[in-house]
């Protein structure tokens, strides 16, 4: 069972950044993939960007391309999202998902992402 805790989440104002961090209760190595997921109230969740813990490739959701970085820092067990030139179309419970090898998905219990216009 994987545990993951999310944080970095809060109020900024459009054309700002935060930075989501991920900590997970285990070697990352051991999780096929790490991702970043969003959900606005009233939309369905949405795959935000996603990185293969050991090659490090990443996927990014076309609205984020250019704007959203994701990174792994394996000492840490920690993965982040940094968010630049954040709009207000950003504005979600942004949540931490991991994949293990045995295709068990695991969530975390999301952080708020609030940007004002």
């Known amino acids: 069972q994987v545990q993951l805790v999310e944080s970095g989440g809060g109020l900024v104002q459009a054309g700002g950044s935060l930075r989501l961090s991920c900590a997970a209760s285990?070697?990352?190595?051991?999780?096929?993939?790490m991702a970043w997921y969003r959900q606005a109230p009233g939309k369905q969740r949405e795959l935000v960007a996603s990185?293969?813990?050991?090659?490090?490739?990443?996927n990014y959701a076309d609205s984020v391309k250019g704007r959203f970085t994701i990174s792994r820092d394996v000492a840490k067990n920690t993965v982040y999202l940094q968010m630049n030139a954040l709009k207000s179309e950003d504005t979600s419970v942004y949540y931490c998902s991991a994949s293990d090898y045995s295709m068990n998905e695991y969530w975390g219990q999301g952080t708020q992402v609030t940007v004002s216009s």
């Open positions: 285990e070697n990352i190595f051991r999780i096929n993939v």
């Open positions: 990185v293969t813990t050991r090659s490090g490739g990443t």
